[in-house]
């Protein structure tokens, strides 16, 4: 297909296609290219394993589901349980000062890793396959553990934001909604983060502009991934964190995630953070533990 021939596609027309948005996404050179940095990127998770903190040596429970896993963490044998979710290149155990930060309120934890992340085997991920490993994982805790979902608050970082505020959608009887430097929307995405070879896809700015000026292809790249669009079908009592120097999800991007759930009605916070980056750092955690007070008092 030429580029030319592009813009005369009616959007709606193409999406009923035999395919769906994977076929249409085949136009769009820069879908291929994050396609393959995802993909990459789950491999990169399975070298960045670190070893269990004093905290949480013997305490954690890894549970084994068809493709993918979990670790199972619950001292205190609490009913309220945090459902973690987390990044592109990460795997759970990249967060444990998160998880400590949660068992110190008390609070169990249930942090999900997807197929083809840490420890699991090899596998090809999608947004789709995602979204099916987080229902599982979701399905695990709250029929197999019998946790109750108005004892739950999902918390999402990065990629896992996105699929957080897709799974909140789902399940407007959870308690809350935690979204750390979530991913918005795909053209909210740095543009550092989008052209760099070694921490981000790599894609040419040539590409990039292409995307940016042919509406068709950013609004088919926007499809995937969009908080933005779930945060306006949940209910849940939403909070949201960002770091204003994050190269990768944009503060302009959270912004706009803001505004929409600020209009939902299902805003009750958020913060900004002049450092920190793209990472869940110590600040994060402390705020996060002030919000799971104000979430449980």
């Known amino acids: 297909m030429k580029i030319a021939e592009i813009n005369n ?6 999406i009923s296609h035999k ?8 136009i769009n050179p820069m879908a291929r290219y994050l396609d393959t940095y995802f993909n990459k990127a789950a491999k990169v998770s399975t070298n960045r394993i670190e070893p269990l903190s004093s905290k949480l ?10 493709n993918i896993s979990a670790w199972d963490i619950n001292p205190s044998d609490s009913k309220e349980y945090i459902f973690f979710l987390h990044g592109i290149s990460q795997n759970v ?9 949660a068992i110190n309120k008390n609070k169990g934890v249930f942090a999900v890793e997807y197929r083809g992340y840490g420890i699991n085997n090899e596998a090809k991920i999608s947004e789709d396959k995602l979204k099916q490993d987080v229902k599982l994982a979701y399905k695990y805790l709250t029929e197999n553990k019998g946790i109750k979902p108005e004892n739950i608050t999902i918390i999402g970082h990065s990629m896992g934001g996105a699929l957080a505020a897709d799974l ?19 053209s909210y995405l740095g543009k550092k983060f989008i052209q760099s070879k070694t921490l981000g896809p790599g894609v040419p700015p040539k590409i990039q502009n292409l995307t940016d000026k042919i509406k068709l292809l950013k ?11 779930k945060i ?39 913060m900004y953070f002049q450092s920190g980056g793209h ?10 533990s002030d919000i799971l007070d104000k979430i449980y008092s």
């Open 9 to 14: 596609i009616n959007p709606q027309t193409r």
């Open 19 to 26: 395919g769906g948005l994977a076929y249409l996404n085949n």
């Open 57 to 66: 040596t013997g305490n954690v429970n890894v549970i084994r589901m068809k």
């Open 93 to 101: 155990s990249n967060n444990q000062h998160l998880y400590e930060a």
């Open 168 to 186: 909140a959608s789902k399940h407007n009887d959870v308690k809350s909604l935690i979204l750390i430097a979530p991913l918005c929307k795909m």
């Open 219 to 229: 609004t088919l790249l926007d499809f995937r991934f969009n908080s933005i669009n």
């Open 232 to 270: 306006k079908k949940t209910q849940v009592p939403t909070y949201i964190l960002q770091s204003k120097n994050d190269t990768v999800t944009t503060f302009s991007g959270t912004k706009h995630l803001i505004e929409t759930a600020k209009r939902s009605g299902i805003l009750q916070g958020f």
């Open 279 to 288: 990472k869940v750092d110590s600040k994060k955690v402390e705020a996060i």
